[in-house]
């Protein structure tokens, strides 16, 4: 289809007096000038001229790079509070302070009697002056102080803020909230909770949905129909209140203390159950796809030609199934955040002191009264999440006109 | 006749997958560590004799299984585990008639709206319409259903006091809740017919029906709404899904006294033999909306038959 | 039939124009088409797909989607009337009641979500005011002489449930329900298997011949249209560029296209000393014409001229019209067409 535009009009009359040879020759000439386009290449120009989905993948990608270097940034603490001077200020660009020099500062003259001991000392000591300092480190740093247990790699880039910015950061732009926090910051950390819930569930579901469905239908018949089945029935299942139900369950004081021995947190919980509902369609599209795929003359022909099956598989059967589960991620890491957000905003998922934007919309409403409204503490959050996911949606829409093969030429 | 196998097969799926969600909450409300029921440490006396007669603890594991499912089999999900004096059956008869009206509402608004939305922008294509209907739609779809409560409770309620603020009784008290809860599912819906619509103007049949003398009305009406629908009634299986799942946050908001509530309050609350009622009960209704959207699917397309959907 | 005075054609098609914008630019689909039918005549119009026959024909009827198709310029007279300027409600007054269409593809033209019946009886309920029940006569009428087998019952089954040549009966007796007096049949038998397409043939025949109903043929098939058509149009990159009576024609073919197209029909008749001949190249890409005669890259007979100017339709001189600077005789033997290769 795209080939005919870039074939060439053949240049002279051919004749009856071209031998077979020359007229070879010249066929294989003509055949090498006309180029395919890739399903891909293809795909990219389509997307291209779509600016609706050009401008969400640009806010997607600005928005992605802010909330992973949001610890590098100038912003203020997402946790401290400031009950007497802060509360429920309005957005406002009065400059605001953290005094993250001088905290440190502070710190490190609190440590250093220890740091010299330590210098000093040896066996058992040692050990011990060991565990005293980093259980300081890990207690009263200010980084540990101001921000809610910072992994690794997000000290670090603390560290390079206070390198960058130093003392100064960003004032309260959108206002701060019931205990004086800023709603900026919160926004951000915020949103690395809500985003990587997003994308790690959908992997989640990815991966389980992708085996399942390629499984099925790779194997067919029998084994097929009952798998199959079985989603039928999974579908037929409330699953949202099964969630509740399990996460209700798991959230019980015993199972969490038990879990948290374990390195599990709610979070990572939350990822996997999210993603164990949301394989069911992926599964049936990917089945669907292979299903077909499998019958597809191209495939037949490719067979015939001697292609081996790893080259089937990988040339052919893969690319194409690509699209669709692709299309499918850009459409279920939305859904999934708003699921997030759902259980969030119920109370029963993300819990403080962790933030998530669900969780931040719901405190916003928490606080809204006949007699005040606090506009920014719902609309900053819920607009952030619904531009997340109304760019999420177009992208979704964009790549699928852009790769569904039915839809060419349309 | 097919009618009938097909009823019949499908009540029998139904009770395959009630069982296996009950045994599940059975089973994970029985591995709460600590014993079953005792290792919440301020249960009321009365209620705790009422579940231990009910529950039977110092029978096997296995007996208990038999002998709750038998009184589930006969409808009775047991007394609350927090509410005094309340069964899981009388709070359920309560909330059930409050949630099915919402739910209804807000599947009649979703299905008038987007459809409507959807036919106009498609036959509008291009024009001011299909922009802003396709533009409303997508934000429905995208705008957080709780956000659009919240954001619509300040604006009619304590801005422009149009709508009462909270409560359950009368119509304009429904109305509110059911937009909010209808507005994804009719941006959805919107987007589906509009899709369905493009595809449909385009087929063969369409010109037919234009080379026979109709009018575009007739034709919009008669000969391509049917085939524009299909993608809207297979979606509607999920809408109910999704509408069930999203009264759980509107009751909240608007503090209606339905399953979702309880529900919600169950699972905060831990009152595990009410939060398995409603689960029940949630499964239930969606199974029969997915039998019925299959009979629907049958009815709008004569070439697919019942057989093929059991 | 109500014949109407000599002088004037039932239907006179002067100069048309359609276009049609799509992604690789303007396509000119139709270019300056004129042709006349007279009442009960019987007219092939014959070409490559993509040469404008079909659109030409959707134009008559007023269906050409506007966008993304424009009907540029020209004139669809029909009883006097210009059927280009009348309103949709005009024109659906006279669609499916004067003129009527019947489509290539019987599978996707019957609407497959109602019944024979819905889908009969709302044409003659709309142009005669029939009720339900007269409505439901005339169709089961129809059916009848189309040939389908118990028509009163099959009637209120749905598409689906007849084979691809009933339905295409039935989708001839949509067509005959308001006794129309011009049948557009755009290539009626393409998508059936041979053998009904034979039969498909004989029943338009037949009906021509009781009713007395003007039929256009549209097909790619000259074999088709040799058998039923007394006139013939030869269209090529949305042009006329031979007309002539069947019999004239296919004995002595003016334009080089034709001529190609009439050698590329296997023959049965015993002269197997002529070899299959197959016109080389690729039909044109209408958003990209080459200039001059549109033919002209895939022409045996090419001049130096042909590239440049576009030749008129003019009278060949031998009882047609063709669009030619070349006397196809003079030339005839001396530059063969290419052969099939085996």
Known sequence: MTASQSQPQPASNPTAAESDEQRYERLLAEASTIRGVSLWQDAWRRLRRNWMAIGSLALLIAMALTVLLTPALPLQSPILTDLDHRQFEPPNTRPARLDLRQRLAEFESDVRPLREQLRTASGAELTELRKQLSARYAVEHPFQKLWHKPDWLSRQLLTLRVALFGDWCIPSLCGTDQLGRDMLARICWGGRVSLVVGIVATLVSLVIGVSY?????????????LMMRIVDVLYSVPFIFVVIFLITILGQGDIKAWLD?????????????????????????????????????????ARTIGASSRRIIFRHLIPNVMGVVIVYLTLTIPAVMMFEAFLSFLGLGVSPPDVSWGLLVNDGIQVITRVRIYWWLVLFPGLTLALTLFALNFLGDGLRDALDPKMKNR | MPLLVFLLKRLGWMLLTLWVVYTVSFFLMRSVPGGPFDSEKQIPEPIRRNIEARYRFDRPLIEQYGRHLWDTLHLDFGPSYKLEDYTVNEILAEGFPVSASLGIFALTFALTLGMTAGVVSAVRRQ?????????????????????????????????????????WGSLQQIVLPALCLAAPFAGYIARLTRTGMLEVLNQDYIRTAYAKGLSQRRVVLRHALRGAVLPVVSYLGPATAGILTGSLVLERIF??????????EAALQRDYTLAMGTVLVYTLLLFTMNTLVDLAYCIVDPRVRLEQQA | MKAPPMAEPLLSVENLQVQFRTDDGLVEAVRDVSFQLAAGQTLGIVGESGSGKSVTNLAVMGLVPQPPGRIVGGQVRYRGRDLLRLSQRELSRIRGNRIAMIFQDPMTALNPFLTVAEQMTEVTERHLGHSYRQALARSVELLERVGIPAAAERIHDYPHQFSGGMRQRVMIAMALLCQPEILIADEPTTALDVTIQAQILELLKQLQREEGTAIILISHDL??????????????????????????????????????????????????????MAIPGQPPNLARLPSGCSFHPRCPYVLERCRRECPPLEPSGHGGDKACFVDVDTVHDTVPTREVSP
């Open chain 2, 255 to 264: 503090f209606l006294p339905g399953m979702g509530s309880h529900f919600i």
């Open chain 1, 213 to 225: 469905g390629a499984t099925a239908g790779y194997l067919g018949g029998l084994a097929d129909s």
């Open chain 1, 261 to 301: 021995r374990h390195g599990i947190n709610q979070i990572t919980i939350f990822y996997f159950v999210i993603g164990a509902i949301y394989w069911l369609t992926m599964s049936r599209v990917v089945r669907g796809q292979v299903i077909s795929l499998k019958n597809e003359q191209f495939v037949e022909a």
């Open chain 2, 127 to 167: 024009s001011v319409f299909d922009f802003s209907f396709m533009a409303l739609a997508t934000l429905g779809v995208a705008v957080p259903n709780f956000v659009l409560a919240s954001l619509s409770v300040v604006l009619f309620v304590f801005v422009l006091g149009w709508l009462p603020a909270a409560g």
């Open chain 3, 223 to 276: 074999g088709v249209v040799a058998s039923l058509c007394q006139s013939v149009l030869v269209m090529y990159g949305g042009k006329v560029v031979e007309r002539a009576e069947s019999e004239t024609l296919f004995a002595n073919p003016r334009h080089p296209y034709t001529l190609g197209l009439l050698r590329s029909i296997p023959r049965w008749d015993g002269r197997s000393e002529q070899r299959l």
